[in-house]
């Protein structure tokens, strides 16, 4: 899909859609809409039309203007419409419009602020993704918008512009998130994280090392090469870097995300029932690999490295039993109680090789456990920190970016629940607080260094497709990751 701006006058874009946004009880609706001989006035009046959020009516053969179709969409009301609101406005139009058979289309904004313009881009791109790679139905390709544009009335600012082109860029890195997490487990073993990873770093000049079983035993990540150990597919430890090409200052950000391509549990199995679902374990390390992409291009002034540790959780005749004690990167012990609690296992080399090589600020994310769904649902990613100023500034942009994230207590009382008879510490605590134990076992290879979780388990998959957002993967913490990053120096 091609998206741009368009200054040429709206009514003469010939387009296959043109869509305004209505507000309820507005006041002042776009004169477009106005001058459709009473057209409006008639669907208020029944009702078809409210003006709620995303309600849509189309109107074909409008008057005075080229487009064959007249789109109202509802902006719910005006006072409470955000970019968050634009962004979903947006994906709503593509979708519902995209199945009708439209292939071109254009927005007539209320409002072109930069967040706004920003917000627009997002939602488009993000509203075009299906998760149809494997569908072999040729037709699939003919619902499918191929230009959307976006109408001022007069040429954009440089800062519209590259607002425009911003929200484009982070909305295709967020669909390359979404395109390897849709990825089923043979199609994406670890090296084929390494290769996506290696694509992506070629293609936008970015470093990208790679550590194999061989550099990992040498190093000493007994903890993750444990979890390892039970497939016959290597594990590998991706280290993605960008460097500005002028730094102000001695930050250094570390993005690090969990990369379990397939996680049956190990010995202390999963139910069959949902463990296809198992597939998106690498979320974490998808949105790792998208947000660099859009860094590359987008270009902060901070230095920020993606670290992707990645991993199979199966179960051959070597793989690690229960009560196995391994030798973590740190020099600390674990006993792993319970072979599914994988992710923090991986993660813990991944932190302390990050700390090693200079991270002054890490943020990870992780689908680390389903008890983060019973706390937050399906709306909010579970945020943890050792450091709150640090969380402070990560929220602010997350919310900027339109995402959600709830902080979860991280008292030193909580850490007692990780007691090992055996050995330093156990990976799991007991059947309270398990998002919060996991948080914890994860900070014992992260301090003193300034660092913040993200359990993204519940919020990286959307079982129920949305107006504005296919089913399947949501390509979480991409925008929050990139956010964070273009607006060191400034927030
Ligand atoms: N990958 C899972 C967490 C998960 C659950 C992700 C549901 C997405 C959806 C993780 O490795 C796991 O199995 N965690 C265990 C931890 C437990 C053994 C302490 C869990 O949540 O049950
Ligand atoms: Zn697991
Ligand atoms: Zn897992």
Partial sequence: MQIKIETSPVEQLSLDALAVICFESDENPPPLVAAQNGWLQEILTSGEFTGKLYETVVLHRPQGVAAKRLVVIGGGKRATFSPVEARRVAGSLVRYLKAKGVHTLGL???????????????????????????????????????????????????????????????????????????EPANKLLPSDLVAAARTMASSYNLECEVLDTDAMTKLGMGSLLGVAQGSSNPPFLIVLKYQPATTTGTDHLALVGKGVTFDTGGLSIKPSDGMEKMKYDMAGAAAVIGAMRALAQLKPSIPVTGYIPTVENMINGNAQRPGDIVTALSGKTIEVLNTDAEGRLILADALTYANRN???????????????????????????????????????????????????????????????????????????????????????????????????ASTAWLDDGKGWLSKGPSGVAVRSFVQLALDWNHA
Avoid: C
């Avoid at 627009?120 to 390709?141: C, F, H, Q, R």
């Avoid at 082109?165 to 967020?174: D, L, M, T």
């Avoid at 640090?390 to 629940?417: C, H, I, T, V």
């Avoid at 799991?428 to 993204?456: K, M, N, V, Y």
């Fill in 108 to 182: 007539l904004p209320n409002q072109a602020d930069a967040p706004t313009v920003t917000a627009i881009a997002e939602g488009t791109v993000l509203g075009a993704w299906e998760a149809d790679k494997y569908k072999s139905d040729p037709k699939k390709n003919d619902k499918r918008i191929d230009s959307f544009v976006l109408s001022l009335p007069t040429a954009a600012t440089p800062e519209i512009q590259q607002a425009f082109e911003q929200g484009r860029i982070i909305g295709e890195a967020q669909n390359l998130t979404r395109d390897l997490v849709n």
């Fill in 358 to 456: 200079g991270a002054t600020h890490i943020v990870d994310a992780a689908t680390l456990t389903g008890a983060i769904g019973v706390a937050l649902g399906h709306h909010n990613m579970g945020a943890f920190t050792n450091n709150e100023a640090f969380l402070a500034k990560f929220m602010n942009a997350s919310r900027a970016a339109g995402e959600k994230a709830w902080q979860l207590p991280m008292d030193e009382e909580y850490k007692d629940y990780l007691k090992s008879a055996f050995a330093d510490l156990p990976n799991i605590g007991g059947r309270h607080g398990g998002s919060i134990t996991a948080a914890w076992f994860l900070r014992e290879f992260a301090d003193p260094t300034p660092w913040i979780h993200l359990d993204i």
